[in-house]
Every structure is written in C-alpha cells, then in structure tokens.
C-alpha cells in the first residue's frame, strides 16, 4: 500500500510558453516528490478528455490552468491526503469515480492527469526502483523514433498542408547508431534547404518549417537528404506521415494544396505518395469522423502500410474497439492527455497488442521537460515512440533518457530490427 501524505499543483509552461498543470506528490517513506506534468496538443481530436483551460481573456489569452490547479488543491487533494492505494489502477479508478464523467469534465483530464503521473512514477520507483521496469522485465526493447524533421500544418506558418514529415532509423544495431545516422540526415536536410534559399526555422516540434510549396517537394528533400548522408532508403531509414486531415477537412472534402478533395480522391493521392515513396506510415490520413473513408483506406493500402488513428481513437479503449470491429486503421497512436490517466492509456496498448494493431508512444507539440513517455514507452513494449526532432530540449530530452535505459542490462534489443514490424 502506498500513503499518500502531501500533495501540491502548479501553473508551469509548457514548450510553447503556454500554460501548464504540474502536480507534486510526497508518499510515505520518501522524502524527495514525484512529479506530474502534464503536456497539451495544438491539433486536438474533438474526442479527446477536456483539457480544462480558465478562458479568462484578461489572463494568459485564456490559457490559464488556475482552475485545474484549484480543483487538485481545493477538492481532490482532501480527498486524497492519508489515503493509501495497493497500486496505480486502484489510484486511477478513485479518480475517475470521483469525477463521474465520460471526459473528465468535471475536474478537468490535466488535473487528473497531473495526479495520475505522479502516482504512477511513486508506485513504480517503490516496486521496482526503474519506471521502465513497471510491467516486467523480459524481452524490452527500444522503440524506434519517429523524429519530425519537416513541420507543416498547425506546427509551423507555411504553406504545407500535412502537419508532420518524419524519418525512423531502422536497421541499426541500436539506438546511439540511429541517432547518429539520423544527425547526419538531419544536417544534410538543412544544407539542402540552405541550398535552395529556403529559412532553417524550426517548428513546434523541432523540425524544419520551410515554406514549400507541396508535399512531393518535401518527400524528394528528404530522400535526396537520406542518400546523401551516404544511407539507403527502405534499408536504413523509412517516412511516416502525420497528416492531421481534420485540420484542412470542411463539409465532407478535403481542402489541400488547393484543391477540393472528397474521400476517394483524398485516398488516391496516399496511394501515389505510397507507390513513389519509402512510406511506413500515415496518421490521421482521413478526418476523426470520416469512418467509412477510414475503412475504405485500410482496406487499400492496410497490407502496405501503417494507418495511425490519432483524433480517430484519442486513445480510447471504446473508439479503438469499435475501430477494430470496422477495420479502421491497423495502429494507434498513444497520448496520455487523450483520455487523461496512466491505466487508461496501458489499457488501450494492451487492446492494440492483442488485436494486432501497433501503438505508437506519442509526446504532445506544447511539451514539458519530463522524459516520462520514454519510461512507458520501454514498459509498455511500444516498438515506436513519436517525439519530435533532434532539436528543442523538450524533445531531446526524451531521446536522451531512451539512450540512458539503452545502457540497462534489461535492454535486450533496439526495436528498428523487428521484422515483424518494418518488415526489413
């Protein structure tokens, strides 16, 4: 059992300079806290737990968190002072009764959240004295990165309509190896774009925000940038795409690079770009709730490729069921503050897992310095983590503490030489 004996929450920022909940926890026996921080995306799925926000315009443009930082320290926090729980589950579900709603309205899913975390890491540090090695210890691997080198969409003020171009390392013999090779990509990225008098700028998320014209001239950048750096594509480096269609998706078409696009028009550029291209995945290929649109992709490019649900499940154990039942999608994305507790989010990689769908360990655009995500990326057995570029500490951070794990005797193998997954 584990006392809970003091906790406190904060308004911090996150990597936008946006408001943010951090929730501080002092459990029996330890002195020294544990910290839930607590991320917020900018392309949010209209399904995703409410992020409660004050929406006072004379404070913070509205983005203040005061009230979701008043409802852990005025409401819950007496409810949970002297209280003890056998384990995170336990924890987690209070929480959700507590608050009652299918969202986490009533408190808002950042404070729950920002509790959940914190508990989670005191429960696994108690047990096991690694966060990593929470859900056991055989046959962990590192997850390969999708790092965004090329930012578009709601991640930067260009011209590009698919929010995020990544590259994964894959067949290398660990981790230090694809960071290393992905650094000398990512140089020559930027030499290529120097070279075409394009701005060097980075995006929300680390990556290169140049304001290119289409999304074929990105994929050549990219795949003359891998070649140059001495390495072949398919072999040594795939791209993944996160298209976030719901952002540029108005009245059942699709508005990009201007034009008018319904679904089966909208599929058939994927189909090009995954016929002339390295493609291993696209997240939100379609809008959250354009279901047959998302059932009519899998069943064209699903034996190709990845399709990610990202708005369309939100990380939820209901939409991801009801997205394996109509064959939406073949894999998911995985983002705590989606759905707004640590259990939750283990119940829906564990839902994926046992139906074949791959879950993908994702951070959030308005990010915190906590490398968390990397933690439960390894714990989880997610084969991806998606968290930006090799640029930005809150993002490098992530990557920095996925090498130091790297080091651990309970690391058995880097996940870019799964057959199963990237089919090398």
């Excluded at 509205?62 to 320290?73: C, D, F, I, M, R």
């Excluded at 809008?287 to 899998?298: F, K, L, P, S």
Aim: glycine content about 6%; some cysteine; overall charge negative.
């Amino acid at each position: 059992m584990i006392k809970i004996l003091n906790i406190k929450s904060r308004e911090i920022f996150d990597s936008r300079g946006n408001p943010t909940v951090e929730t501080e926890m002092i459990v029996d026996g330890h002195q020294d806290p544990f910290y839930g921080l607590v991320p917020s995306g900018a392309s949010t799925g209209k399904f995703e737990a409410l992020e409660l926000r004050d929406n006072d315009k004379s404070r913070m443009s509205g983005k203040g968190v005061l009230k979701a930082v008043s409802n852990v320290n005025k409401i819950l926090k007496p409810e949970l002072i002297n209280t003890s729980f056998k384990d995170f589950r336990e924890f987690d579900s209070f929480l959700i009764n507590f608050d009652g709603t299918s969202n986490k309205s009533k408190y808002g899913a950042n404070s729950i959240l920002s509790l959940s975390l914190a508990f989670y890491k005191a429960w696994s540090y108690i047990n096991f004295n690694k966060i990593f090695l929470s859900q056991g210890k055989d046959n962990l691997s590192i997850p390969v990165p999708m790092l965004n080198i090329i930012n578009g969409g709601q991640h930067a003020d260009n011209d590009v309509d698919f929010q995020e171009f990544m590259i994964l390392p894959i067949n290398f013999s660990n981790l230090k190896e694809a960071l290393s090779a992905t650094h000398d990509v990512i140089t020559n990225i930027k030499k290529n774009l120097k070279s075409k008098s394009h701005n060097t700028n980075v995006g929300d998320e680390g990556g290169f925000a140049p304001n290119l014209k289409s999304h074929i001239e990105v994929l050549d950048i990219i795949c003359n940038s891998i070649e140059k750096s001495g390495y072949q594509i398919n072999t040594h480096f795939k791209i993944s795409l996160d298209s976030a269609s719901s952002e540029f998706y108005e009245s059942g078409f699709y508005n990009f690079e201007g034009k008018k696009l319904n679904t089966d028009q909208m599929i058939k550029v994927y189909e090009n770009i995954c016929n002339n291209f390295p493609i291993f995945s696209i997240e939100d290929a379609l809008d959250e709730e354009d279901y047959e649109g998302w059932t009519n992709i899998t069943s064209s490019l699903g034996e190709k490729i990845k399709l990610v649900g990202d708005d369309l499940f939100v990380t939820n154990i209901e939409k991801l069921q009801t997205g394996i039942i109509k064959k939406q999608a073949n894999s998911i994305l995985i983002k705590l503050n989606q759905i707004g507790s640590v259990s939750e989010t283990l119940d829906s990689i564990k839902l994926a897992n046992d139906n074949n769908f791959v879950s993908i360990m994702s951070h959030r655009s308005g990010e915190t310095e906590d490398s968390f995500i990397s933690d439960l990326a390894v714990a989880s057995k997610c084969p991806l983590i998606k968290t930006g570029s090799l640029a930005r500490s809150d993002r490098v951070s992530k990557y920095n503490q996925l090498l130091r794990i790297e080091e651990s005797e309970f690391i058995s193998s880097y996940a870019g030489n799964d057959n199963s997954v990237f089919k090398i």
